[in-house]
């Protein structure tokens, strides 16, 4: 029987350059897709998951972040003097419980692996979650639930993959794939954005894991890697050999909102996902094209 993953960590400290000048003095986390922010849709995720303490792993200039998932009691007093029910009701819903929220600083930034070692402390020695908002995924069931469903029966790290053209291998994290049925694979190895002549594959992972805390010993060792930054991808490959290591073919889709035409692309396929929006959106699009 595995552990319950009850914790997600949500790395945050990112400065949102290629949105400048949005996020001069807004998180890029906090950029809307149609009406909700991009972290809100992940901690919806998460929530969704079974997950029930969330760390954010914050910088400087992010305690917006903090206050999304607060009241506004000035807020939610006018849209009850107003008789805004459905509005009230949805800045509500946004609320966690007292304590299910916490986060922690990265002064530095020092890459992925080095913001997930920032929360080695909330985690201790349990199984964990990391979501990066960046990666917004279309999925029923969400994304981390269906990690999750796979890690009851496999244990061990697991994260979520899809396949990317083989001249793109450079941007990921790349599967060294020992076993494949189509669906779930078995990695001997990673390797941290390869180039496309010496990237054992194109199965690349995208912002959805489900880690053991044994990553931490790794990443503890503060070792740089591409680009110079402490690699998450590194400390990973390293557990393989002691931990089964699984990656997901989720069935959904991503939008990389970490890029210009992916953010809109996301903000037109969640407008036509919705009733109240997608007649008039299809219009919109027609009078463009």
């Given at each position: 029987?595995?552990?319950?993953?009850?914790?997600a960590?949500?790395?945050?400290?990112?400065?949102?350059?290629?949105?400048?000048?949005?996020?001069?003095?807004?998180?890029?986390?906090?950029?809307?897709?149609?009406?909700?922010?991009?972290?809100?849709?992940?901690?919806?995720?998460?929530?969704?998951?079974?997950?029930?303490?969330?760390?954010?792993?914050?910088?400087?200039?992010?305690?917006?972040?903090?206050?999304?998932?607060?009241?506004?009691?000035?807020?939610?007093?006018?849209?009850?003097?107003?008789?805004?029910?459905?509005?009230?009701?949805?800045?509500?819903?946004?609320?966690?419980?007292?304590?299910?929220?916490?986060?922690?600083?990265?002064?530095?930034?020092?890459?992925?692996?080095?913001?997930?070692?920032?929360?080695?402390?909330?985690?201790?020695?349990?199984?964990?979650?990391?979501?990066l908002?960046?990666?917004l995924?279309?999925?029923?069931?969400?994304?981390?639930?269906q990690?999750?469903?796979?890690?009851?029966?496999?244990?061990?790290?697991?994260?979520?993959?899809?396949?990317?053209?083989?001249?793109?291998?450079?941007?990921?994290g790349?599967?060294?794939?020992?076993?494949?049925?189509?669906?779930?694979?078995r990695?001997?190895?990673?390797?941290?954005?390869?180039?496309?002549?010496?990237?054992?594959?194109?199965?690349?992972?995208?912002?959805?894991?489900?880690?053991?805390?044994?990553?931490?010993?790794?990443?503890?060792?503060?070792?740089?890697?591409?680009?110079?930054?402490?690699?998450?991808?590194?400390?990973?490959?390293?557990?393989?050999?002691d931990?089964?290591?699984?990656?997901?073919?989720?069935?959904?889709?991503?939008?990389?909102?970490?890029?210009?035409?992916?953010?809109?692309e996301?903000?037109?396929?969640?407008?036509?996902?919705?009733?109240?929006?997608?007649?008039?959106?299809?219009?919109?699009?027609?009078?463009?094209?």
């Amino acid at each position: 029987m595995v552990n319950t993953v009850r914790k997600a960590v949500f790395p945050v400290a990112g400065l949102g350059t290629r949105f400048l000048p949005a996020t001069k003095a807004m998180p890029k986390e906090m950029l809307p897709i149609v009406d909700k922010p991009l972290i809100q849709y992940a901690v919806e995720e998460a929530r969704d998951a079974g997950i029930e303490e969330i760390i954010f792993v914050t910088g400087r200039g992010k305690a917006v972040l903090l206050d999304h998932f607060d009241h506004s009691f000035e807020l939610e007093q006018v849209l009850v003097e107003r008789g805004k029910d459905d509005a009230l009701s949805q800045v509500q819903d946004v609320m966690s419980k007292p304590g299910q929220i916490t986060s922690t600083r990265q002064q530095r930034p020092l890459g992925l692996g080095h913001a997930v070692w920032c929360a080695r402390h909330f985690i201790v020695d349990e199984p964990f979650a990391v979501l990066l908002a960046d990666d917004l995924i279309m999925a029923e069931p969400g994304c981390l639930k269906q990690m999750m469903d796979v890690y009851a029966e496999t244990g061990g790290n697991i994260v979520a993959t899809e396949e990317v053209p083989p001249e793109h291998t450079d941007r990921y994290g790349i599967l060294d794939v020992v076993e494949d049925d189509g669906k779930l694979a078995r990695a001997k190895g990673l390797v941290e954005k390869p180039s496309p002549d010496e990237a054992p594959s194109n199965l690349c992972i995208i912002g959805r894991y489900i880690l053991q805390a044994d990553v931490f010993d790794y990443l503890g060792k503060q070792e740089s890697g591409a680009g110079g930054e402490i690699q998450l991808t590194d400390a990973m490959a390293k557990t393989i050999g002691d931990i089964p290591f699984h990656g997901l073919r989720f069935d959904g889709r991503r939008f990389d909102c970490g890029d210009k035409l992916g953010f809109l692309e996301a903000n037109i396929a969640f407008a036509l996902a919705r009733d109240d929006l997608k007649d008039g959106t299809a219009d919109m699009l027609k009078s463009y094209v």
